[in-house]
Each structure stands twice: as C-alpha cells, then as structure tokens.
T-cell receptor
Framework: NAGVMQNPRHLVRRRGQEARLRCSPM?????VYWYRQLPEEGLKFMVY????????ESGMPKERFSAEFPKEGPSILRIQQVVRGDSAAYFC???????????????FGSGTQLSVL | SQQGEEDPQALSIQEGENATMNCSYK?????LQWYRQNSGRGLVHLIL?????REKHSGRLRVTLDTSKKSSSLLITASRAADTASYFC??????????FGKGTRLSVIA
C-alpha cells in the first residue's frame, strides 16, 4: 500500500519560470493538504482540497499560486513566475474522511525541495 | 498563523535518558497531535490526544494535555539514537486544517 507520493523530490527553477509540484494521495484518501516549510521552521498551511474542490485556500498567496485536485490524477501545486522567496520544501499530506468528529490524522509525502536560482 | 509553540527549540541527551518536549497553544482545540520528522523527510504521525483526554501512551511515548493551561508535553522514555529527529505538535480546532508549531530538534547521542 503505497504512501503519499510526491514528485519531483528536487526541483530547480530560475526566477520567472513556473514550478509544478505533484502529489498522489494514499489509496482511498480523498483529502489533500499542501504545506510549506522553510529551514528550521514548522509547516505553514497553504491549501486543502478534496476531489475537484478547493475547501480552504486561506494559506496560499493570492497571486502566482494555484492548486488543483482533479477527478483523475494527482493534485498539482503550481507556482508561476517563481521568485527566490519561493525556495522551500513543499509537503503534501492526505487523509481519509475524518472520523469521530473532527480528527484529521495526516499522512505526509517526502516533500519537494524547490530551489529558485 | 502559528498555533503551537514547542519548547525547547533544541534538546541534546544521552542514549537511555528521557526526553521531554512541551507545546503551548493559544485557542481552544478539538485535539492535539504530535509528529516526527527525520531530516529531509516528511512528517510521521505519532499520537493524537483529544481535548477531553489528559494522558495517552504509545510504546515509549507518553503525551499529556492540560487544556486549562493550553499546553501539552511529549515524553520519550529510554531514548535511542534512532529517536534523533524534529518533533512537532499540531492542533486542530473545529474542521480547520492542522496548525503546526516550529518543532523541537532532538539529538540523542550514543
């Protein structure tokens, strides 16, 4: 039973290029979350999606960032016109439907390290 | 916004000793979770404690929760070199996504 799969593991982009990060959730999971982590920092929430729907994008910058989770295929986090400040580790997590009320236990991928030159 | 704040930021102990990490948070919660992150890897869920629970055990892990003080602690007993990692607390309020703290970096020296 494969875990959460993220690719690529490392992505290098020059300023102004586009970055596309992919995430396949665990089998049977319909909820996907994207988090960003800077060195020596915790994870900062970006966006929460279910199949074909964005549920909460309150942590995602309004410009240049977008996310989708289509009916078929992986979730995509897209960063247009990248800047040096976008350099970070981007983690995807998935969860099944919450049980027992509001209990979301997250399963994380290994992350994509984005470096902007 | 940062909800949980772990303390200490870094902790170095000898193998066999116990390690205690603390987490404080600001708002009311439904549950609090602890995660572990090895260098360069994703986070792994360790334990979840509900707001109506005070203590929970899992193997060498013991978690306590004091909702009156808005704080939690994670105790790792008889630590091993393999426990070296960063440990994060995460809080959940209502149906909102988990909010993580900045973590405690634990080093266990053999």
């Amino acid at each position: 039973n494969a875990g959460v799969m993220q690719n690529p593991r490392h992505l290098v982009r020059r300023r102004g290029q586009e970055a596309r990060l992919r995430c396949s959730p665990m089998k049977g999971h319909s909820h996907v979350y994207w988090y960003r982590q800077l060195p020596e920092e915790g994870l900062k929430f970006m966006v929460y999606l279910q199949k074909e729907n964005i549920i909460d994008e309150s942590g995602m910058p309004k410009e240049r960032f977008s996310a989708e989770f289509p009916k078929e295929g992986p979730s995509i986090l897209r960063i247009q016109q990248v800047v040096r400040g976008d350099s970070a580790a981007y983690f995807c997590a998935s969860s099944p439907e919450a049980t027992g009320g509001f209990e979301k236990k997250l399963f994380f991928g290994s992350g994509t390290q984005l470096s902007v030159l | 916004s940062q909800q949980g704040e772990e303390d200490p930021q870094a902790l170095s102990i000898q193998e066999g000793e116990n390690a205690t990490m603390n987490c404080s948070y600001k708002t009311s919660i439904n549950n609090l979770q602890w995660y572990r992150q090895n260098s360069g890897r994703g986070l792994v869920h360790l334990i979840l404690i509900r707001s109506n629970e005070r203590e929970k055990h899992s193997g060498r892990l013991r978690v306590t929760l004091d909702t009156s003080k808005k704080s939690s602690s994670l105790l790792i007993t008889a630590s091993r070199a393999a426990d070296t990692a960063s440990y994060f607390c995460a809080t959940q309020s209502g149906n909102t996504p988990l909010v993580f703290g900045k973590g405690t970096r634990l080093s266990v020296i053999a």
